[in-house]
């Protein structure tokens, strides 16, 4: 392998970068998450504190890794034909278990707005599983290679483990995007709600879906390189945020009058009309031919998809 500091080390650094800001990001929004949803389930709570810690220890571990690399042996080429650094390899079973968990609970939502369809839910969790599995086997087979110039020979199994994420995130936003849009209720206010759901579902999807492809050509075009390590670096941070921006956003998704900060659980669709009665029976009023103004507030709840946290997980 060519020794190119821009290709491997440099394409390391910048994605090492590109993950510090996502942690940023993830940590201003587990903040936010704090403070507008604290009648959340304790389960809910304690998995965003689990995902911010996978999320801030994988950090730790790349940083360790780029530390080794560019600035304990910057300069000694030789670094590059030993052993592959414990922490660089670690970080892929760490990426790959916070990203499982996230589509886990996407999986769940599937299972909830598809009225229990255990065969498109169970697709996406074997897909998910699967990936994860072949990670870890990618992990164990990195310990066993000479050095970094070798990891092109694990090209195999970190393809297919790559390859099963760009499915997982595929599958799930086309099949929330297919059953949310079977929860019309024929109200423009409704439809409308469904299709902002609809479409953050799909524009998910598409985001950490487009990363995981580039980041499986990239590694088949170009295994000897380190391009494909910057983008895998920033993979898990994506889905970490994307899970709380989904939780963040239910107040404002859900629209203004359909959400209440202290409840654990709110309607999902609301629909408002006013109906206009000119005789309203009642001896009081109509002596007086009063006409009576009657506001009819109308529900339409799917009671199903909600538990305590207000959101389909």
Not at 16 to 23: A, D, T
Not at 283 to 289: E, K, R, V
Request: with cysteine; glycine share 8%.
């Amino acid at each position: 392998m060519d020794y190119n500091t821009d290709t491997t080390f440099g394409a390391a650094f910048v994605g090492f970068g590109c993950s510090c800001v996502l942690l940023g990001t993830l940590c201003s929004q587990m903040y936010h998450y704090f403070r507008r949803y604290p009648m959340d389930r304790t389960f809910y709570k304690g998995l965003v504190a689990f995902l911010w810690l996978l999320e801030v220890v994988d950090s730790a571990f790349i940083a360790y890794a780029v530390y080794f690399y560019m600035v304990t042996n910057w300069g000694n080429p030789i670094i590059l034909v030993i052993r592959v650094q414990w922490s660089l390899i670690l970080q892929v079973t760490l990426g790959a278990t916070a990203g499982a968990i996230v589509k886990a609970c996407f999986a769940m939502r599937v299972w909830r707005f598809s009225n229990n369809n255990i065969w498109v839910t169970g697709a996406i969790l074997t897909l998910t599983f699967g990936q994860l599995a072949m990670a870890v086997v990618y992990t164990i087979e990195a310990f066993r290679i000479a050095n970094l110039t070798k990891l092109a020979d694990l090209k195999v199994v970190g393809t297919i483990s790559l390859g099963l994420g760009v499915a997982t995130d595929m599958v799930t936003a086309l099949a929330l995007c297919f059953f949310l849009r079977n929860l019309r209720t024929g109200y423009s206010r409704d439809d409308s709600l469904v299709n902002r759901l609809t479409l953050y579902a799909l524009n998910t999807g598409v985001v950490t879906s487009a990363i995981s492809l580039a980041t499986v050509i990239l590694y088949d075009i170009m295994p000897e390189n380190f391009i494909f390590m910057g983008f895998y670096f920033v993979l898990s941070k994506l889905y970490a945020n994307s899970f709380l921006a989904t939780l963040n956003t239910r107040k404002v998704i859900r629209g203004r009058g359909t959400d209440v900060e202290q409840t654990t659980m709110p309607t999902f669709l609301m629909v408002d009309k006013t109906t206009r009665l000119g005789s309203f029976h009642d001896p009081q009023i109509a002596t007086g031919g009063t006409i009576v103004e009657v506001g009819v507030h109308q529900e339409v709840s799917i009671h199903k998809d909600y538990d305590a946290s207000g959101y389909a997980f």
